[in-house]
């Protein structure tokens, strides 16, 4: 699987070379409203071949992430006449990329499809790796596939056009690569301001970080061993997201992430011999950036219950975590007992002053 | 991708080798509503390890083969626990063991499965070689995936449940593999009553049919090459198919492609020089096994119209055919002009005094 990774702030033109390499074709963006409204016409201003495609949109945000956004595009390929050689364009954030690249996946067993991230986020995780999917029956990305997109445009050109939440957002899982490469890596992007960086300078990081997951996904495709690594502050973060969804009070998955991150270094301290500076550094950067958390001890029944139903768990009673001893040292499926889990919130919590 | 094939009359007991090879987790049959009432019960008998799986039935026959059913299966899997090391197991005809994968190979981003067959058409054909799918917007298998079985468990004892129409259907799939083999090959399935065959003998020949099919798409896993080979007969069978349900007067699979393969035989005849005998022979044996369908020549715009929807089309102006020269020696996507099947149709309908 040879998949084309590009950094460039030229996405259309260098969109009119994959599709001429492409060759005769039919093509199709799928972009969600917001995506079609801010970014589309600019890309179709700028590209000599785009203003022959189709356009398929589906509604924005997390909830619509869902089956009948699958069946809409399905339904879209189907009757504008897709065939196994079309080309299908995924523009837009995480949610998009995952479900157009599902639905691309499996539309006639298959039909090959681009990746355009316009946010942070999708820029820095969602769109590269190959984890495609939706949610179902109340679950994150229940159903998916593991298929790489066959070439990813990452630009920071778009980000203007979003807020500064999903900026950081994005910055989190940025800090979490740092995490699993070194110190010095951790140490740089929290001495950043994430909302003064130039949009060169934040291509370079963007580059270097994304080159962190490729690294690692090269290794293991389908997540059977060192690719758990990447799921470094996601037991917790997932559960943070699930339960402040559940409240009616959603979060950005990279928020969720980050306090999840901190819940992961301090186990990582418990278990895995980390120092307690980090947890000290941490804590003080994820409260400037990402403030607190509503959370109380009445909580943490809940919160283990959503830990239990992560996919990486072989069984629901065994919760695995990722760890790491020092930045660039990682364990991985580190199986966390319950009363650990909680005298770990307990120290979350007073290190946040929640 | 190393796919176990098991030709075996004792299935129970390999089942239960299986899952032990697997190691210790959730077990989930697949079936429909007839196979769980007629094959399940022997499976769960002879098996000291099925009695603890979990049992999802769907509505049976292909109208089901659709979206609410993939759904259905995703919401049990997903509301009994189903882990990404749970197993699945297939059992049933095309229309379990397609669905039945798909489901499995998208939940969680993938499940193992293992496919028990229990016709003779989803032996030779449906169970092996990866397709995996549904019925989407009107066409057959429009969603689906490429992705094999870890296991695929074929047996004929289960032949006794069905139809000798099913067994028909089957062995229409079984003379195509002839053709792509060999003469002899032909004319010794041509020269064996269909429904006299013993189980023990079916095996065999099952078993050098199957061989026929794997040889080819190990070559061409993904169908870009040398496994349109596998759609002889195909083009044109899927016509007849869609045809006949759209007139509320369905026919089997497998009769649809002994239709086909004769509307192939005669293109073949026409483009590639296949000597004309072949085409009177298996016109009677057609004739004998299969009866005729009713059709004019104001039909043939519907039949073309339904050809240029085939998957295996580039573009829905060229209807592409799978012929053969001689019996084993194969063309792949020989591109067929309106007229030529307007001919052929012609042919065809004069071979089987239609």
Redesign the interface.
Known sequence: MSQQLIFTNEVAPQLDGLIAAHGECRVFLIADVNTATLVLPRLLHDSARLSDATVITIPAGDTNKN?ESV?RV??QL??N?A???SLVINIGGGMVTDLGA?AA??????VRFINVPTTLLAAVDASVGG???FN??G?K??????READAVVISTCFFDTLPVEELKSGYAEMLKHGFLTSANECNELMNTDITQIAADRMLTLLERSVKVKCDIVAQDP??HGIRRALNLGHTAGHAFESFALAQNRPIPHGYAVAHGLLVALILSHMKAGLDSGWLYKTAAWISDNYGTLTLTCDDYPTLLRYMSHD??????DRIAFTLIATPGDVRCGVIITPADITAALDIYRDLLHV
């Open positions: 089956l069946a399905w339904k189907s009757d006449g065939t196994r050689s599902f996946a499996t539309f006639k067993r298959g984890k495609t999917g179902f029956n679950l990305n229940e159903i998916g596939l593991f389908t997540e996919k990486k768990n072989d069984s629901p």
